[in-house]
């Protein structure tokens, strides 16, 4: 089966900094892959890279999704195509609902208008499902939200938008042990379906626990320096990141 994602040999730099220095990695239809790595090394600069965020800029190397050079494509045609980041810090929109920005983004990606009755009763399913209140739909986009909820918040548009590809970026960071379980349950979910696929960025295993996992890739200083099963996840767990630095994958 070919790959959604192919990354070859990406160079990316913030402000003429270097900080990938040629990540190759292949994502299949279905596949679920984890980028561990420690802080600063590269994590987060990759999922910008691929989504196209201004403050990243691509210096070499190719990315090819779902058949489309995706470093061709702007922001908003990566996310009609089909990819999705969850950001580390979501931005607050006062003013518009978390139901109506989701709708609207669908409407967006599809190019049709989307049933409001049976999109909000999907919607009210998912909240049931995941253990939120049926109210969290209709508060403005990430306002007053705590860390957790804006991270729920983000798990609930990923599930409704449907992506190809879902990058999450540190998602589990700062969560507490129940809204941890309230996402990793609304990521099992996207697992169901058995052609999306997930790029995890995390350097915390908390997450991970309940997941089916396909490959690790480590990340360290720009460099993917060890590539496995599941496995490492416990390896890292046990000993931390030390014993790939300054290897090769």
């Given amino acids: 089966m070919a790959a ?3 990354i070859d040999n990406l160079h990316a730099s913030v402000e003429d900094k270097e900080i990938l220095r040629g990540i190759s990695l292949s ?9 561990m790595g420690p802080n600063g090394a590269g994590k987060s600069t990759l999922a910008g ?3 196209g965020h201004p403050a990243y800029t691509v210096t ?3 990315a090819d999704f779902d058949g489309q050079d995706l470093l061709a494509l702007s922001v908003s045609e990566r996310a009609k195509a089909g990819l999705f980041l969850s950001f580390q810090n979501p931005i607050e929109v006062p003013g518009i609902s978390l139901e109506n920005f989701i709708r609207s983004a669908i409407e967006q990606r599809t190019g049709e208008k989307v049933r409001i009755w049976n999109f909000r009763k999907e919607v009210r399913a998912l909240l049931e499902s995941l253990h939120m209140d049926n109210t969290f739909a209709e508060r403005d986009l990430n306002v007053g939200f705590s860390g957790g909820e804006k991270k729920k918040a983000e798990i609930l548009q990923m599930l409704l938008l449907k992506p190809s590809l879902a990058i999450l970026d540190e998602t589990d960071s700062g969560l507490d042990v129940d809204a941890v379980h309230t996402v990793s349950q609304g990521v099992e979910e ?3 379906d058995k052609n999306a696929s997930l790029l995890i960025i995390t350097h915390n295993a908390a997450i991970l626990s309940a997941l089916h996992v396909d490959k690790v890739h480590v990340l360290v200083n720009g460099q993917i320096t060890a590539e496995g099963g ?3 996840i416990d390896l890292i767990s046990r000993d931390g990141f030390a014993a790939f630095e300054g290897t090769d994958a």
């Fill in 49 to 51: 890279a691929l989504m």
């Fill in 190 to 192: 996207f697992q169901k």
């Fill in 230 to 232: 599941p496995e490492l």
């Fill in 60 to 62: 070499g190397g190719t």
């Fill in 27 to 35: 994502v299949g239809r279905g596949e679920t892959h984890v980028i």
């Fill in 4 to 6: 959604l994602l192919t």
